[in-house]
C-alpha cells in the first residue's frame, strides 16, 4: 500500500483541534507523527488564513475553528468548514445510533 493520507496535514490540525480545543502543540505533532516546528508552522497558516483563532489561556493556547468559514479550495466554495469537520468526526460526540443506544 502506498503512503500517502486523505487529508493534509491542515486538513488533520483542524481536525485535531475541531475535537480538543485545547489540544497541545505537542499532541498535535505526535498525533500526525511529525515535529513540533512543523505543526506550528500548519497552526501559524491556519491562523493567517484565518480559519484558526488562537487564544493564549495562561501558560497554554487555546484554539478556535471558524467552522463558518467557506473551504478554501475552489469547488467547494458552497461549503462551509463546520460542514467536513462534522463528516470527518468533529467534536467527540455520540452518534445518532450510539445516543439511541442502539448496536
Known sequence: MSNWSFLTKHGQVLVCISRNPDIRLRDIA???DVTERHAHGVI???VDAGYIVKEKDGRRNRYQVQ???P???TTSRQHAL???L???GGPDEPTTDE???AA
Open 82 to 84: 463546520g460542514e467536513v
Open 86 to 88: 462534522d463528516l470527518l
Open 67 to 69: 467552522t463558518h468559514l
Open 30 to 32: 505526535q498525533t500526525l
Open 99 to 101: 445516543a439511541s443506544g
Open 71 to 73: 473551504l478554501p479550495d
Open 44 to 46: 501559524n497558516d491556519l
